[in-house]
């Protein structure tokens, strides 16, 4: 039985997430079917992270068990004939047997994209959240560094149906880096951490942007944070804004 590590990029447009899910196009499921037509084997690979429904993914990291004599490069080739243009295998690798996506990773940093102009291009509107109103930008970009360190995120968790009952339930997380800053005509959050709870991304940015236009001050970040209760934090940031850029082992 051999482990396989396979790095993923993807258009989240058009896809439930990663999840499988009954009734419903996911990228684990699409994935799980197409490496069953290689290899004739039931193979449900296991991503480093469930991003949801609209979310888009450059350095998304999978696993899967295989008694497959498949090279991994040929793997690569065969999987990308078979996926459709929206999922793309990069890369494939043999890994150790105890190596696992999730369990094995350190870190992840995730993206999110607001695009600034009045007008924003239908090619690009699948990959940023058009926002052309207006905001405090330097205020945003000072305010994202206070939630840096270890902190219970609980305020920017959604309830998460899908957390199995022998999951991690701590809502404390460790976040190694938060900035905001232009590129062109968008304004680009990064956040770097060793993991990240149900929509914590989107809210933090839903959060941040109430701070850009003058309705929550600076100050309001570490209440919130203490409050512990999702009620006082911002509205979710739409999905198409998120990319998972990377993820750390």
């Not at 509205?235 to 990319?243: F, I, K, M, N, Y």
Request: charged fraction near 20%.
């Amino acid at each position: 039985m051999r482990n396989l590590k396979m790095l993923l990029a993807y258009d989240g447009s058009d896809y439930s997430g990663w999840q499988v899910q009954p009734e419903a196009s996911t990228i684990q499921g699409v994935l799980s079917f197409a490496i069953g037509r290689l290899t004739g084997e039931r193979v449900l690979p296991q991503g480093s992270g469930r991003t949801d429904a609209g979310v888009h993914a450059l350095g998304q990291v999978a696993t899967f068990q295989t008694e497959s004599p498949i090279p991994p490069e040929n793997l690569v080739n065969a999987l990308n004939d078979l996926l459709p243009s929206a999922i793309r295998v990069l890369e494939a690798s043999e890994v150790p047997t105890d190596f696992h996506a999730r369990k094995s990773a350190r870190a992840k940093t995730y993206r999110y994209s607001i695009f600034r102009e009045n007008i924003c291009l239908p090619f690009r509107a699948r990959y940023v959240w058009h926002y052309p109103y207006p905001l405090d930008e330097s205020m945003m970009q000072q305010v994202a560094a206070c939630i840096v360190g270890e902190h219970d995120f609980t305020s920017f968790a959604a309830v998460d149906a899908e957390r199995g009952k022998d999951e991690e339930v701590s809502n404390v997380r460790r976040v190694f880096s938060s900035s905001w800053h232009r590129e062109a005509d968008e304004l680009i959050y990064t956040i770097r951490g060793n993991g990240f709870l149900h929509h914590m991304v989107r809210n933090l940015v839903g959060t941040f942007l109430q701070v850009g236009k003058g309705t929550l001050k600076p100050s309001d970040m570490l209440r919130i944070l203490a409050a512990r209760s999702r009620s006082v934090a911002g509205a979710t940031a739409p999905a198409s804004g998120l990319c998972l850029v990377s993820v750390e082992y």
